[in-house]
């Protein structure tokens, strides 16, 4: 089993660009997460989805969008990046009645 | 409002030492504690968990002690070993949620 997988590992953007971050699992889990972290800062939750097909903001969503394209697959795109958004991104998933989160490899977004 | 604190960003212990990680809370509804180990360039992984019905939780090196009325955990790490140096985040979960609020880390260094 891979886990919880991400890509790209490493991503330079322009301000204005858009990107989409690409996140799988193979735990058969039904809830999803998408993180960032910031130096000083901890990991904070961006957006997060309890089970296919439903997703709720967390505590830092504005400048982002997500997609539960199935129960594997959880996307999370900028759509005009800014430099704001330089941040290293983890996704991950958990089963909800074990409450443990399995984190993926992290992906190193620079936005120039 | 930070609802989890880890105040000492950083600690240094000598190998074979004990190394003593503190967590503090305010959210009186959080009922499962969780330690993540992250080392650089890569994702969290799970380390130990305690529930709020136990005040002990020991598993090897590591043991998670948890004070509720003064809502705050510890994480021991006994003896302590070069490849132990990591971030730790302690990461409460609150009743009826998935949800996971990270404190800001404590960077771990074992010197020989």
Redesign the interface.
């Known amino acids: 089993n891979a886990g919880?997988t991400q890509t790209p590992k490493f991503q330079v953007l322009k301000t204005g660009q858009s990107m989409t971050l690409q996140c799988a699992q193979d735990m058969n889990h039904n809830?999803m997460?998408w993180?960032r972290q910031d130096p000083?800062?901890?990991?904070?939750?961006i957006y997060?989805s309890?089970s296919e097909g439903t997703t709720d903001k967390?505590e830092v969503p504005n400048g982002y969008n997500v997609s539960r394209l199935n129960k594997r697959e959880f996307s999370l795109r900028l759509e005009s990046a800014a430099p704001s958004q330089t941040s290293v991104y983890?996704c991950?998933s958990?089963d909800?009645r074990e409450?443990?989160?399995?984190?993926?490899?992290?992906t190193r977004l620079l936005v120039l | 409002d930070q609802q989890?604190k880890q105040n000492s960003?950083s600690l240094s212990v000598q190998e074979g030492r004990i190394s003593i990680l503190n967590c503090d809370y305010t959210n009186s509804m959080f009922d499962?504690f969780?330690w993540?180990k992250k080392y650089p360039?890569?994702?969290?992984?799970?380390l130990i968990?305690i529930s709020s019905i136990k005040d002990k939780n020991e598993d090897g090196r590591f043991t998670v002690f948890l004070n509720k009325s003064a809502k705050h955990l510890s994480l021991h790490i006994v003896p302590s070993q070069p490849g132990d140096s990591a971030v730790y985040?302690c990461?409460p979960?609150s009743y009826n949620t998935?949800?996971?609020i990270?404190?800001?880390?404590t960077r771990l260094q074992v010197f020989p």
């Open positions: 919880v809830s997460y993180y000083g800062m901890g990991l904070r939750l997060y309890a967390g983890f991950a958990s909800y409450g443990t989160q399995y984190f993926g490899p992290g | 989890v960003p499962y969780l993540y360039a890569e994702g969290p992984t799970f968990s985040f990461a979960r998935d949800k996971l990270f404190g800001t880390g």
